[in-house]
């Protein structure tokens, strides 16, 4: 039925409004009496044996949705409904924010890809907060967190704190999000000093809190061989629980649409199956070098079965889908479920 008619008609509109009218669409069939239930029986039947254990955390089964399809937790539970193991809310920052202007999302259809700027467009903490108050019970739900747009990367850690603050008590985990291409000087906190200060100071004030939750960070898959090893000793001196590898690419570099469409579109970073390689090398030099001592959540390009066993192959305990959904349907998650 995506394939057939969805897909086809969502794929008229703009890229950002078929989002939405698709997640309304996903929402009035969970608020159908009968229906979530249905399909959560079948999830349960579906995750018999699949059940994985990370950082502490117990997932239903290992495929989840990454950050920046929910931003602000307005769909968990129609998310809930299509059988994911985890959702991953977010990037949520301390201030609404409007993001960059539209149009912002395209689709690299020969690609089968995306391309965003969205600049991390989202409600802020408090809107947030009062939503995760009522997630589904039973469904893991990470926090995806980053600064807003006009705080400066000196003052970059208070946002990040004010975020553990106020989603602490309704999240399941943390991940620390400095590799987004789409917020100006962010990806400057990869380098060694300035994240490991971060890292530090989100580790510790969630330690102050009842119930630690552990927390990950989410990297580019832009970074060379000696920064990737930089990851690695930080993440270990810090006590980071783990890492999600990876984000958006920069990189340009084997498109199929043409240059002149590419550049039309502007700047932003680039996922999908243009990115599935590079991250599935990302996790594999991670889980090499790292000798296994964290675990890693495999995001990039995963539209199917095989795309999600390289990844676990590779080393990732746990992945996420993303662009694959555009392109697949919300069938996707179910399908590599009943593959793995």
């Avoid at 969805?6 to 939405?20: D, G, N, Q, T, V």
């Avoid at 200060?197 to 960070?217: C, I, Q, S, T, Y």
């Avoid at 498109?255 to 579109?265: F, H, N």
């Avoid at 964290?294 to 080393?315: C, S, T, W, Y």
């Amino acid at each position: 039925m995506y394939q057939k008619l969805l897909k086809p008609l969502f794929f008229l509109m703009s890229p950002e409004r078929a989002h939405y009218a698709a997640m309304d669409m996903l929402s009035f069939a969970s608020s159908v009496p009968g229906v979530r239930w249905w399909m959560r029986k079948r999830s349960a039947k579906r995750n018999a044996g699949k059940e994985v254990t990370v950082a502490g955390l117990t997932f239903p089964n290992p495929v989840g949705l990454a950050a920046g399809f929910d931003k602000d937790a307005r769909w968990l539970p129609a998310l809930e409904m299509l059988g994911f193991g985890f959702v991953e809310i977010g990037t949520v920052t301390p201030r609404a924010q409007s993001g960059n202007p539209q149009p912002r999302l395209f689709r690299l259809v020969e690609d089968r890809g995306i391309l965003n700027r969205m600049g991390f467009n989202n409600d802020g903490l408090y809107p947030a907060a009062g939503r995760l108050v009522r997630r589904p019970a039973g469904l893991v739900v990470g926090g995806n967190i980053g600064k807003n747009k006009i705080t400066p990367n000196d003052k970059a850690v208070d946002d990040y704190l004010a975020c553990v603050d106020a989603l602490h008590a309704h999240v399941d985990y943390f991940v620390v999000n400095v590799s987004s291409p789409n917020t100006p000087g962010l990806r400057e906190l990869q380098d060694k000093e300035p994240l490991a200060k971060l890292l530090r100071a989100v580790v510790e004030r969630n330690a102050n809190h009842p119930g630690n939750r552990p927390v990950f960070l989410k990297i580019a898959p832009d970074l060379t061989d000696g920064q990737l090893d930089d990851i690695v000793d930080i993440v270990i001196a810090e006590k980071v629980d783990g890492v999600v590898a990876t984000n958006t690419t920069t990189s340009r570099e084997g498109l199929q649409t043409s240059a002149e469409e590419v550049e039309d579109m502007g700047a932003g970073g680039v996922s999908g199956a243009p990115v599935r390689a590079r991250s599935t090398e990302v996790v594999r030099y991670l889980a090499t070098q790292s000798e296994g001592r964290f675990p890693i959540i495999g995001v990039g390009g995963i539209d199917g079965v095989e795309a999600a066993r390289e990844k676990l192959e590779a080393g990732a305990s746990l992945v996420q889908v993303y662009s694959g959904m555009i392109y697949e349907g919300p069938g996707l998650p179910a399908r590599i479920v009943a593959g793995l």
